[in-house]
């Protein structure tokens, strides 16, 4: 099976665990025993290619995110929700003399399903580990500066589109103090964004990213403070 196809299963899936876990709440009334929000950045990697030339480039970017929450479940059921920066910026000189500088910014809201555990190695400290699929909608900028072999500079309009993000990503963190967060994340996307620039088609592949993030936590901690024991 092709990683599309893995992947088309995975969004349906992310469909159905999304829907259900709005569904089921009001039936369980179960509260999450986690909650963590964080902001994180770092690389994004992808390729870009266009009609007229002949090998794709390579891209490296940045991406950053707002985490406004992710909930992991007693029974180890993670959901989350965040919006996503990615930028990618680039130059080339195609074989025929001709320099292309793209630029490309895309906005995302997603929300994520999937697993999570934490576990105490002490009461202020614990490390956790957390896999989701990943689906969302998107805005894409695009912009290009095209200059020919013979010096004839074009500066493109701005291009607009959307977007549908689905992939998946894993996580590590560690918290300190039952209230501060730290960690690292790593996402996987089959994410080709398409836009034409004065008759030639072009594509954008955002196809992995990394990042550190910090951030909040709040949940249950098994230490609770009173006027004779400190936690």
């Known amino acids: 099976m092709n990683h599309r196809k893995i992947l088309e299963i ?4 992310l469909l159905c665990g999304i829907t259900f876990s709005f569904t089921a709440k009001p039936l ?3 509260d999450p025993a986690e909650t963590r929000k964080w902001i994180g950045g770092g690389n994004a990697y992808g390729t870009y290619g266009q009609s007229d030339v002949q ?3 390579e891209l490296e970017g940045i991406t950053l995110e707002i985490m406004l929450s992710h909930r992991i479940f007693d029974d180890s059921m993670a959901l989350g929700k ?3 920066d990615t930028r990618f910026e680039h130059g080339f000189e195609d ?3 001709n320099y292309h500088q793209i630029n490309t910014r895309v906005f995302h809201g997603y929300y994520s399903f999937g697993l999570g555990k934490t576990f105490e190695l002490m009461r202020t400290f614990q490390v956790g580990a957390t896999a989701d699929l990943v689906g969302g909608l998107g805005l894409a900028i ?3 500066y095209y200059k020919t072999a013979s010096g004839q500079e074009i500066n493109f309009d701005p291009k607009f589109g959307g977007d549908i993000l689905f992939g998946y990503q894993w996580a590590v963190y560690m918290d ?3 209230y501060w967060t730290i960690g690292m994340k790593s996402s996987v996307y089959r994410n080709r964004l398409y836009v034409e620039f ?3 088609d072009a594509h954008v592949n955002h196809i992995h990213s990394n990042m550190i993030f910090i951030g909040t936590k709040k949940g249950y901690v098994d230490c609770v403070p009173t006027a004779y024991v400190q936690c």
């Open 10 to 13: 995975w969004w349906i899936a």
């Open 28 to 30: 369980f009334a179960q």
């Open 55 to 57: 090998e794709s480039e």
């Open 82 to 84: 965040a919006f996503m």
């Open 95 to 97: 074989t025929f003399g």
């Open 142 to 144: 695009f912009n290009k």
């Open 176 to 178: 300190f103090n039952n």
């Open 198 to 200: 004065g008759g030639v």
